[in-house]
């Protein structure tokens, strides 16, 4: 298979990062992972330094992390991938077979999210409700995995310099070009947003997108978000 690059925005992720990158060690595939760091003030950049992963440092957003990461990838074939989130353990076969297809330009996966402070109560299953967004979608958001050739990537230049919502946007451009297939088995996600605010994670996610389409601009989306993470 075809070396995969792991580009994973982070920003105080030290309670995450090291079990991502741990992930890595029983995927089959060649794997280099490289983690961007947006100017954290714990110790992700340390942990993610004795997994052995490549640390760069850019800041500005996810949008400006993971185009730096490109830049610095060494593989064909890229995959944006959030600190939270756990593969399926054949994620290497399953993004070459999904881009097998030419008409093909770029793949996700569905998500699972898994509680954490929710495990056992009756609202970890509001988390399924959160699940049917990534089965149903045609543009992906950045947490399903984005996964695409660097020929396409640096063709479409990258990732527009958004401080919100840049996945969707990039999408979109994707979307103009090709199809973009989702993987049928689920990664896992956690519900860490979810369980911090169940109502204002959902409402977000569903009113953002078309809020950006009557032209709010993504500053002032950010603004009322609070933050561009």
């Not at 947490?143 to 999408?171: C, H, I, K, Y």
Request: hydrophobic content about 45%; charged content about 25%; aromatic content about 8%.
């Amino acid at each position: 298979m075809a070396l995969i690059s792991v580009i994973i925005p982070a920003l105080n992720e030290a309670s995450q990062i090291g079990a991502s990158l741990d992930q890595f060690i029983s995927q089959a595939g060649e794997w280099e992972c490289l983690v961007v760091d947006g100017g954290s003030s714990d110790d992700t950049v340390e942990r993610a330094a004795s997994k052995g992963a490549r640390v760069l440092r850019a800041e500005g957003g996810r949008g400006p992390q993971m185009n730096a990461g490109a830049a610095a990838a060494r593989g064909d074939l890229l995959l944006f991938l959030h600190a939270d989130a756990r593969l399926p353990e054949d994620a290497a076969a399953l993004m070459a077979k999904t881009l097998e297809d030419p008409r093909v330009v770029a793949g996700c996966f569905r998500i699972r999210h898994t509680a954490s402070r929710w495990e056992g109560s009756w609202r970890a299953g509001l988390l399924r409700v959160a699940d049917l967004r990534s089965r149903y979608t045609r543009l992906p958001y950045g947490d399903q995995g984005l996964f695409l050739r660097r020929a396409t990537f640096e063709a479409l230049g990258g990732f527009p310099g958004l401080p919100l919502m840049e996945d969707l946007a990039f999408s979109r451009i994707l979307a103009a070009r090709g199809r973009i297939a989702t993987v049928a088995k689920p990664m896992q996600v956690s519900a860490r947003r979810f369980e911090s605010g169940f109502l204002r994670a959902v409402l977000c996610m569903n009113s953002f997108p078309l809020l950006a389409r009557l032209g709010v601009s993504a500053h002032r989306l950010q603004r009322w978000y609070g933050h561009g993470r």
